[in-house]
């Protein structure tokens, strides 16, 4: 039962401790602004999620500029190309030699989090797990008001601007009154069953399979941790699943002409999750800005969902940080705008990926030809190499880092 009530002030109000809401509230630390961050799971639940596993460059070089890129450094995997596996043979495509040095790295979601939230509890300022009954309101009021109970007390934070980072599932885009925002939505016809596995990565880098029984993709979270997926039909029960079951069609499926195939090993975590292109435009009402999974979702293939949350909040700390230093709200205006640039062409990129690389049901011979002419192109041609590579290690970021008072870091050279 509530017995005591908390009012409290803050200037910027985030809703939502997942990638976007964290990052947010360290920049915003680093720029000397006040934040309030409300989560309704507790810290373990945030923590062991297993989610996204591969950052862009620019994520990379974002997170290290902020100071919190040790665990990253020491132990992120830094690939500098991919494989693209058709009719049983793989391709190397160079994203460093394309790019002129740039690379991706594979570190966990969870990795990402749990060094974030250490961040923000060496920085003293509030952040509320096991938030309950979390609403948001006076959206298109000077002082909107993010309103919680926790540990029984019942908290109104009155804020100057409220951060939605709380995904997909969250309460702040649906607290934007109805007919503000256009929706737009594709859903795909199949899923990904994905599978953490106790065994050693047996390729250095990620393998994306076009095979005639449906995608597949290996990957990795650690040097002892394989990351692998399925293409399944969209409504699969994982309990269909056997271990054996599984690790038969990941081998039918990845299994090179030349031997190349993943390790097996226990399986640790298996699930399956639908594929769903998303956007909800504009990605602001009010004071309310919307960020991350809260405002679009990619299917998995082109790795960028927690990759354009990272993008969001640089940009939304940029309009912040110069609202509080000139009043002037142009950035705060064009937030939406320039985020949808970057949105819309990694949403073309994923499904670009996701139509290349899947089955699709009742595709024609003729779609199947396509499909493998577009394969053949792409590994045989410069032009359609690089095209993936700059698109995969990520497009030169809206602002520039300095904009929000970073400077470039080298990597962290202390041993894991
Ligand atoms: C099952 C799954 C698998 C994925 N796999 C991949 C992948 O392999 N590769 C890839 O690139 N991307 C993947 N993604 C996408 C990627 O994880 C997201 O793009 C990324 O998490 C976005 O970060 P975010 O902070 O915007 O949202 P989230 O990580 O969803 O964080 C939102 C936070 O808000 C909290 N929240 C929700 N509702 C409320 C509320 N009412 N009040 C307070 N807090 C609330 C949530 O608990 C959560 O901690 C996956 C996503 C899912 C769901």
Known sequence: ??????????????????????????????????????????????????????????????????????????????????????????????????????????????????????????????????????????????????RFRHEGVEHDVQCDFIAGCDGFHGVCRPSIPEGLLTIYERTYPFGWLGILAEAAPSSDELVYTHHDRGFALFSMRSPAITRLYLQVPPDESIERWSDEAIWEEMLTRMTTADGWKPNVGRI????????????????????????????????????????????????????????????????????????????????RFSWWMTTLLHQLPGESRFDRQRQLADLDYLTNSRAAMLSLAEQYVGLPSEVLFTSVGLQPRLPDPSPG
């Open 1 to 146: 039962m509530s017995v005591v009530s908390g009012f409290s002030r803050t200037q910027v109000g985030i809703v939502g401790a997942g990638p976007a809401g964290l990052l947010l509230g360290h920049l915003l630390h680093l720029n000397g602004i006040d934040s309030v961050i409300v989560e309704n799971r507790d810290r373990e639940y945030v923590i062991d999620r297993v989610r996204a596993g591969v950052l862009e460059q620019g994520t990379v070089d974002l997170m290290r500029a902020m100071g919190v890129g040790g665990g990253l450094d020491r132990r992120g995997l830094r690939h500098e190309g991919v494989h693209i596996s058709f009719g049983g043979r793989r391709h190397r495509i160079d994203f460093a030699e394309l790019t002129g040095g740039k690379a991706i790295t594979v570190y966990g979601q969870n990795e990402v989090v749990r060094d974030l939230i250490d961040a923000r509890i060496e920085t003293t300022r509030p952040l509320y797990f096991n938030a309950q009954d979390v609403r948001v309101s006076a959206l298109d009021s000077p002082m909107p008001v993010i």
């Open 268 to 347: 640790v975590q298996k699930s399956v999750t639908p594929m769903r292109s998303f956007v909800a435009a504009p990605m602001r009402h009010g004071r309310l800005f919307l960020a991350g999974d809260a405002a679009h979702i990619v299917p998995p293939t082109g790795a960028k969902g927690m990759n354009l949350a990272a993008s969001d909040v640089l940009v939304l700390a940029h309009a912040l940080k110069a609202f509080y230093e000139t009043a002037s709200e142009e950035w705060l205006e064009c937030y939406s705008t320039v985020c949808l640039r970057r949105v819309w062409k990694a949403q």
